[in-house]
């Protein structure tokens, strides 16, 4: 994979031995260095101090004129890398300090990018981590450390826009949220919502609107232990805020966002509580979900809203038809997009021998019937050129296509998988042209497949 291999630092074995060992067993930098040689189209050189035939001495003036030259992106990988063989005690902790203390900074910065909630000075990630999934309802449960500790690597990677909902196990994702930023609060932004509540008893007529059944694990339109009613009188949803907050261990709530409309609540009523909120400091934007472009004009009749959160996905373009996304590139509106990975589907991943667990919704979806699959994975072949030509993987060509759409978008991706985090981050690099996106139009038809 590389024609030039330099590492840094002072190698205890020989420089032969390392790379064979790296390119083996430590994917993870390789994908770095092959993702930065593909998007770049150059080469990566990473300095070596060491003895073997390959090595080149360095010393560390050397070094850090040689980090300045390569510029930010291999900052990061550089940083990477060592972090890495520091690990595995291959190189001199001092020259892992010469590229930290000067570089850390860039690679915050330059691996993610961050765009303003509406017109606050809310600095969001353009990658948010989505907790739907996580909070186990509907996806078959949850391993609570193994969550938390998804989390924390998703921080750690540069996302700090966390989105989740009372309505994901009845506050279950809201808690393990809790969990993983106790001690990161004021790295992370923290969007959540209400107006989705559980209850185990009818409601009676007017109040709310019923969404559907659960039996706490599995969803159903017929009956179910739990009802999920829509609702968002004043009242309930500053009850809401309160308990979010115990659960979320926070006094504040960077983006609340109403989760479904409520046919029954005026919007200027649910928008005059929300207003009182921002106020009072207990959230700092206001955000709308699944609304029509109507209900989006009605919030920005009532106060200001700083985002709405649609699915959108290269599958699913509803938001462009219903004049949702128009409204928000003329108001300066966030828009964050959800269910962009199709819940699995538009990551390549899948195949129609697939298996879902007993209590994973996607077993008894038609959505994710095998041949359905087949066909999506046919469709996204297609893109294979594309894909070589930026060095993108399935997932992150459908992140990268909806982060191009609009300039002030921001992508959700639920991932309960921890290595789905450093791929997803990489996909805020490359944005797409209009043409790229046109071609990709004419490889891939979404009518196509239903
Ligand atoms: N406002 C709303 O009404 C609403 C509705 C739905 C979702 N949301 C929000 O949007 C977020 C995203 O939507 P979503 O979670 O429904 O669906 P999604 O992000 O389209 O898909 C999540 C699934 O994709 C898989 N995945 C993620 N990255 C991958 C990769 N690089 N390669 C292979 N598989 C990958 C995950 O697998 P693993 O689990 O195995 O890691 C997970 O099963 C939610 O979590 C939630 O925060 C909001």
């Known amino acids: 994979m590389f024609s030039e291999l330099l590492v840094v630092g002072r190698f205890q074995h020989d420089i032969q031995d390392n790379i064979n060992f790296w390119g083996k067993q430590l994917p993870a930098i390789a994908t770095d260095i092959f993702h930065y040689e593909t998007y770049k189209a150059r080469r990566c050189f990473v300095p070596v101090h060491g003895t073997g035939k390959n090595c080149r001495a360095v010393t560390p003036q050397l070094l850090k004129r040689r980090v ?28 892992m300090d010469i590229l930290l203390c000067n570089h850390s900074q860039e690679i915050t910065e330059t691996h993610m990018q961050y765009r303003n909630i509406g017109t606050t000075d809310i600095k969001a990630s353009v990658i948010g981590f989505g907790t739907f999934p996580l909070g186990g309802w509907l996806w078959g449960g949850v391993d609570e450390s193994a969550a938390v500790s998804t989390i924390q690597k998703a921080i750690d990677a ?15 994702a809201e808690e393990l949220v809790g969990k993983a930023i106790a001690g990161r609060r004021d790295r992370v932004v923290l969007a959540t919502k209400c107006g989705s509540l559980w209850s185990t008893e009818d409601w009676p007529e007017g109040k709310g609107q019923l969404f559907f059944y659960t ?3 599995l969803p159903s339109f017929e009956s179910g232990k739990y009802r999920i009613y829509n609702y968002l009188r004043p009242e309930s949803i500053v009850s809401e805020v309160e308990e979010s907050l115990r659960r979320l261990k926070t006094d504040y709530i960077d983006l609340l966002q109403t989760h479904q409309q409520d046919a029954t609540t005026p ?10 909120l921002r106020d009072q400091g207990k959230i700092r934007a206001i955000g709308s979900s699944n609304v029509s472009r109507d209900q989006l004009q009605q919030y920005c009749d009532a106060g200001v809203l700083d985002s709405t959160q649609e699915y959108y996905s290269y599958l699913n373009r509803t938001v462009e038809q219903n004049g949702v996304l128009d409204a928000c590139t003329e108001k300066k509106i966030s828009f964050l997009a959800y269910t962009s990975l ?27 019937a095998p041949d359905r699959i087949a066909k999506i994975n046919a469709a996204l072949a297609k893109f294979q050129p594309i894909r070589e030509q930026h060095g993108l993987t399935v997932s992150q060509l459908m992140l990268a296509w909806v982060l191009s759409r609009y300039e002030r978008m921001h992508v959700l991706c639920g991932m309960r998988n921890p290595n789905r985090i450093d791929e997803n981050v990489r996909a805020a690099e490359v ?12 490889l891939f038809d979404p009518a196509t497949v239903g």
């Not at 199709?342 to 994710?368: C, H, I, M, V, W």
């Open 215 to 217: 039996d706490g694990e």
């Open 68 to 95: 300045a030259h390569l510029g930010p992106p291999c900052h990061m990988i550089l940083c990477r890398a060592a972090l890495f063989l520091n690990l595995l005690n291959m190189v001199q902790v001092a020259t």
């Open 267 to 276: 919007i200027e009523d649910t928008m005059a509580a929300l207003e009182k």
């Open 431 to 442: 944005p797409l042209t209009a043409e790229e996106m046109e071609t990709m139009q004419s």
């Open 342 to 368: 199709e819940q699995g589907l538009l990551t390549g991943t899948l195949d129609p021998n697939s298996q879902f667990g007993e209590k994973d919704f996607r077993k008894y979806a038609p959505n994710f």
């Open 158 to 172: 540069g996302i700090n826009l966390i989105d989740t909902a009372p309505l994901y196990g009845n506050g279950k």
